[in-house]
């Protein structure tokens, strides 16, 4: 199986807490928001810029919420969820769109893992907020103590990059 295009953005120490997993096909948009909730939550975040290779890397990953973007050349933010939700069946989703998905919404209603959607654009908090409010169980990732987005004194704490 292919690596995905963007790597692990941070990992935390105790690997037993899920992750969460970014899918957004615009490549600097899935790399800054993995970014900014790897800097403001204590959780492993995984983004991918491919929905198929997100698909195919799901049953790898322990994912407790899956953000994903709602136009993607090769699905809909709706195909991919209902594809994942197979694959990751406690997961709990996010759709996120710049578009108005007010028309779909009887369609997004018959998602029973969907459970916000979050209109383009928005800063790190609120996709943080969405996170925490729909994360489903216990383990609940916190908001990092620290504060501090000062990745060299970090050593958990790696840049979200790109394959090569």
Avoid at 52 to 68: D, F, H, Q
Avoid at 104 to 110: I, K, P
Wanted: include cysteine; hydrophobic fraction near 40%; charged fraction near 25%.
């Amino acid at each position: 199986m292919p690596e995905p295009i963007v790597k692990l953005a941070w990992k935390k120490l105790d690997s037993t807490n899920r992750s969460i997993v970014i899918v957004d096909d615009e490549k600097s948009y899935a790399e800054l928001i993995a970014q900014m909730i790897a800097d403001n939550l204590d959780c492993t975040v995984y983004a991918f810029t491919r929905p198929m290779e997100a698909l195919g890397s799901l049953n790898k990953i322990s994912a407790g919420v899956v953000v994903t973007d709602y136009s993607m050349p090769q699905m809909n933010g709706i195909e991919f969820i209902k594809r994942a939700s197979r694959i990751a069946p406690s997961a709990a989703f996010i759709l996120i769109s710049g578009d108005d998905l007010d028309p779909l919404c009887d369609e997004l209603a018959r998602l029973r893992r969907l459970k916000m959607r979050l209109r383009k654009p928005f800063g790190w908090r609120p996709l943080a907020d969405a996170v925490l409010n729909v994360w489903p169980g216990r383990d609940i990732p916190s908001f990092r103590s620290n504060g501090s987005t000062d990745h060299a004194n970090n050593p958990h704490l790696g840049a979200v990059k790109p394959q090569p």
